[in-house]
């Protein structure tokens, strides 16, 4: 259980810094305070506390992924809309006949 929390723990706080732009201070602030349960209770050597830490842990990392996910999408979103904006502001060209 020890070995699943470092690995939850350092790949949590990877995605957290790459997607640091993409989160709330809301969603870090708790994440960050996730890690920090999740390694006190690995330092305790408490199993049951550590259970119940990894269990937020993984719920705090979905709803990042969650939160990533949404603003990728939304990004996504705006740069088609400005395409289609685009194309539709040329002028067409009238056919030689």
């Known amino acids: 259980m020890k ?6 723990m350092y790949n ?6 790459e997607n640091d732009g993409k989160l709330s201070q809301d969603i870090k602030d708790k994440i960050r305070a996730d890690i920090s349960t999740v390694n006190e209770a690995i ?3 408490n ?3 550590l ?6 842990l993984r719920n705090s990392a979905m709803e990042m992924g969650r ?12 740069s088609q809309g400005q395409s289609t904006e685009q194309k539709q502001e040329e002028p067409k060209q009238e056919e030689k006949k």
Do not use: C
């Open 43 to 45: 330092s305790a050597g």
């Open 51 to 56: 259970k119940n830490a990894l269990e937020k």
């Open 47 to 49: 199993n049951e506390n």
């Open 12 to 17: 949590t706080e990877k995605q957290l810094k």
């Open 3 to 8: 070995n699943e929390g470092e690995s939850l």
């Open 67 to 78: 939160s990533i996910y949404q603003s990728s999408s939304g990004q996504q979103d705006q």
